[in-house]
């Protein structure tokens, strides 16, 4: 599956069916490098989704492919021949359009085999493990969504988005409109591709139809089905299958028996289990829902301003899913010295009354930000977006000496042994120097 997926941050707008989800291409927001959190699923049992992998239709109809195929020679690309193709289309009342992807999914997965121009059996057998058929059933889905770049539902514009609908109807339980997942499709590809008005508007006439048989080839596939108030949600194996692509995309996607065992621990420990990387983000949820958000705020703050960088880092990333309800303690925080910044952006994003923040304190929460890089482990450090390489950084890491942090010096030698930008790296040694200097004055 691909890394572009559709905002998650917009993702609340699909569940009540307002609005269909922008999607902001992959150029503009780098995912390829972004971790993304999806809601904790209810996966069902293994031995049940083994034993409904051999009635999935396209895995019914490849076996059917097998059995007719017998032993008999291939074409030089390792295809059936057109004769043969036609032959098996007819014979098993196929289309002929499904055919090609049958049999990749047959070979791929060891169902037939390819051995001196000649097809024959496979080495797999249906008589398999559990284990051992999810895993033929995961090679299977992969095989499907590897055909999105050789236009496998036909449609240029749904295949180029395949991986970002999948994942949008992953995060969505309750199921996604096909109106909504059009118009999420288009104006994702308007942000990506920039069409002409003539061209958006013949998308927009065409899609609908090809969304719906898109969604039938998904069906038969297996992947998804429709409820009875005509939303599209994934399958039982659909859900196991797209939650295995995004784990191997390096996404968050964790079962609800993952993040329940975090939901009564305390504050405290949640953010050790957090900045330790034991915890990821997705951990969260689960933890708010089992306390008020004033008390909530209230016991992070407290770790936040006696804490790490890495503490505070962590605390702010929980705050922000907290909302106006948590006003009180935050703004409390903005007589803590360490916490004060945070508090005030906080406050300023919800628009509340809060004081103005300098340029200083912008740059303290730069700093800030990337000493949490220094104490949080694994993928812990994933959740944090520190500056891009450019000249806003190197503008940036000349101001950090005169911010007062005490992990200025830190980051700067982080910044001048890690960062590849050779311009970065002498800016930071530079700054270094500086802000020692400014240390020993200080101390002298």
Not at 25 to 33: D, V
Not at 238 to 252: I, K, M, S, T
Request: hydrophobic residues 50%; contains cysteine.
């Amino acid at each position: 599956m691909a890394n572009n997926v559709f905002d998650l941050a917009e993702l609340r707008k699909l569940i009540d069916e307002q609005a269909a989800v922008p999607v902001r291409p992959l150029e503009e927001t780098a995912l390829e490098h972004e971790a993304l959190t999806f809601p904790p699923v209810l996966l069902a049992p293994d031995a049940e989704l083994a034993a409904a992998v051999p009635a999935v239709p396209l895995v019914a109809d490849a076996i059917r492919l097998t059995t007719w195929t017998g032993t008999r020679e291939v074409a030089p690309g390792g295809h059936l021949s057109a004769a043969d193709a036609a032959a098996a289309a007819a014979e098993l009342g196929l289309p002929a359009a499904r055919l090609r992807l049958l049999w990749i999914v047959a070979v791929n997965t060891g169902l037939l085999q390819i051995l001196g121009g000649r097809a024959s059996r496979g080495p797999l057998s249906m008589q398999l493990t559990v284990e051992a058929t999810l895993e033929f059933w995961d090679g299977v889905v992969m095989d499907v969504l590897d055909r999105a770049d050789e236009g496998l539902t036909g449609s240029a514009v749904v295949d180029g988005h395949l991986a970002e609908m999948l994942a949008t109807i992953y995060s969505v339980r309750s199921g996604v409109a096909t109106v909504n997942l059009a118009r999420g499709i288009l104006q994702s590809h308007e942000v990506a591709c920039a069409p002409g008005q003539t061209e958006m508007r013949k998308l927009a006439a065409a899609l609908p139809a090809e969304l719906l048989e898109a969604l039938s080839l998904l069906t038969y596939c297996g992947l998804v089905e429709q409820t009875a108030a005509g939303r599209t949600v994934l399958t039982p194996l659909g859900v196991w299958a797209v939650r295995r692509d995004l784990l191997r995309e390096g996404h968050d996607a964790p079962t609800t028996a993952e993040v329940e065992v975090f939901a009564d621990l305390s504050a405290a420990e949640l953010v050790e289990q957090l900045v330790k990387g034991v915890a990821t983000q997705s951990a969260v949820a689960g933890w708010l829902e089992r306390r008020s958000p004033e008390s909530a705020a209230r016991d992070l703050i407290e770790i936040a301003a006696s804490g790490t960088a890495g503490q505070r880092g962590t605390v702010g990333a929980i705050l922000e899913e907290l909302g106006p309800e948590a006003e009180a303690p935050v703004r409390q925080a903005l007589d803590d010295p360490l916490m004060r910044r945070y508090a005030a952006s906080w406050l300023h994003i919800r628009d509340l009354d809060a004081p103005p923040l300098s340029p200083e304190d912008h740059t303290w929460i730069a700093v800030d930000s990337l000493a949490a890089l220094l104490h949080l482990s694994g993928s812990a450090a994933g959740r944090l977006d520190p500056p891009e390489p450019g000249e806003d950084l190197i503008k940036l890491v000349d101001e950090m000496s005169a911010v007062g942090h005490p992990d200025t010096i830190a980051v700067l030698d982080m910044l001048a042994t890690a960062h590849d930008d050779q311009a970065v790296v002498k800016a930071a040694r530079k700054a270094a120097m500086k802000a020692r200097t400014l240390e020993h004055t200080k101390l002298a």
